[in-house]
C-alpha cells in the first residue's frame, strides 16, 4: 500500500513515518524544497514540494498513493491568529481539492479537541462542533468542506480529533518539553499552572501507531477522537514526568494563570477509536 504523508517531520509526522515504515508501508513525505535535507526515515521516499504550489499534477507529484495522511497545518501554536482563517485555510483546501481531482479516494487529516469548544467532560464524536477559537474554527471548516467530498466523490475520511500529544521531539513551549529542559538545567523549581484543570494526555507514539494502523484498515470511519480516554490532572502528569525521569525538581503550582481558550476538566471517549484500532 502507498501512503503520502505530509508535516512529515513535525512533531507528529516524524513519529508517523516511523510507524509507517514499521507497517511496511511504503511512504512518500511531501517536504518543502530547499537547501537543507530533511530528516526522514530510512525508505521514506521525498516529495519536493509546496502546499502553495498545488495544481492538477499535485496527487501525480505525490506517487498516487492509496491513503494520504495530511498532518501539515501553519500557524500554531498561535490559535488565535486570524491567519488560520485568512491564509492557512485556503492553502489546505486548495491542496486537498487538488489532491481529491487528482484520483485520491482515502484521507486521514489530524483535526483538533477545541473542535468541541468550550464544553466540560468527556467528548464523543457525536457531539456537534462548537469552535471558539481561530484555529478550532479553521480546522472545522475544513473539515465540513472535505467530509461534503465523501458523498460527492467517493471519497473515504477519517478526521481525527486529536488530543494532548507528549513526547520526544515536541515543541520547546509545550509543557512536557519545558518540564524536560528544566530538569536537564538541574533547575530546583518548576513555574507551572495549579494544574487542577483535567486534560486528556497521550503518548505521541501510541498516537502514530494508531494513525499508521487506520492507514493500513483504508476504512471511513468519519471523525474520530485520538486520545487515551483517560482524564488526569495536569499537575498529575507533570508529576509522573518527573518521576519517570527519577528527579527532585518541585513544581511551582499557582504560578500562571489557565489558558482562557480552553474548557477547565475534559476528555475524549475513545470507543470509536478501539472499535477500529481491533479491526483486522
Known amino acids: 500500500m502507498k501512503v503520502a504523508l505530509t508535516g512529515a517531520t513535525g512533531f507528529l509526522g516524524r513519529h508517523v513515518q516511523a510507524a509507517l515504515c514499521a507497517r511496511g508501508l511504503d511512504v512518500t513525505a511531501m517536504v518543502r524544497p530547499g537547501p537543507k535535507a530533511p530528516v526522514l526515515s530510512t525508505g521514506v521516499r521525498p516529495a519536493s514540494m509546496d502546499m502553495d504550489d498545488a495544481g492538477p499534477d499535485t496527487f501525480e507529484r505525490l506517487g498516487r498513493p492509496d491513503v494520504l495522511v495530511h498532518l501539515a497545518w501553519g500557524g500554531l501554536p498561535n490559535y488565535a491568529a486570524t491567519t488560520h482563517l485568512d491564509v492557512e485555510l485556503p492553502r489546505q483546501l486548495r491542496f486537498l481539492e487538488a489532491c481529491v481531482k487528482g484520483g485520491l479516494k482515502n484521507l486521514i487529516v489530524t483535526g483538533t479537541c477545541l473542535e468541541y469548544g468550550m464544553r466540560e ?122 518521576d519517570a525521569r527519577g528527579a527532585s525538581i518541585v513544581l511551582d503550582t499557582g504560578h500562571f494563570p489557565y489558558p482562557a481558550y480552553e474548557p477547565f476538566s475534559f476528555w475524549g471517549n475513545r470507543s470509536r477509536l478501539d472499535h477500529l484500532m481491533e479491526s483486522p
Not at 468542506?145 to 478526521?159: S, T, Y
Not at 529542559?181 to 503518548?203: H, K
Request: aromatic letters at 8%.
Open 121 to 242: 467532560g468527556e467528548l464523543h464524536e457525536g457531539m456537534p462542533a462548537q469552535p471558539t477559537t481561530a484555529y478550532a474554527i479553521a480546522k472545522h471548516r475544513l473539515h465540513e468542506h472535505v467530509d461534503g467530498w465523501r458523498a460527492e466523490r467517493g471519497l473515504a475520511l477519517a478526521w481525527l480529533r486529536v488530543f494532548y500529544l507528549h513526547g520526544p521531539g515536541q515543541a520547546p513551549s509545550s509543557l512536557y518539553a519545558q518540564l524536560n529542559a528544566a530538569i536537564d538545567r538541574g533547575d530546583a523549581r518548576f513555574p507551572m499552572s495549579a494544574g487542577d484543570q483535567v486534560r486528556d494526555f497521550m503518548p505521541v507514539e501510541k498516537a502514530a501507531t494508531a494513525i499508521a494502523a487506520l492507514a493500513r484498515l483504508n476504512a471511513d470511519p468519519g471523525t474520530v477522537n485520538l486520545c487515551s480516554g483517560v482524564p488526569i490532572r495536569v499537575v498529575d502528569i507533570a508529576r509522573r514526568w518527573v
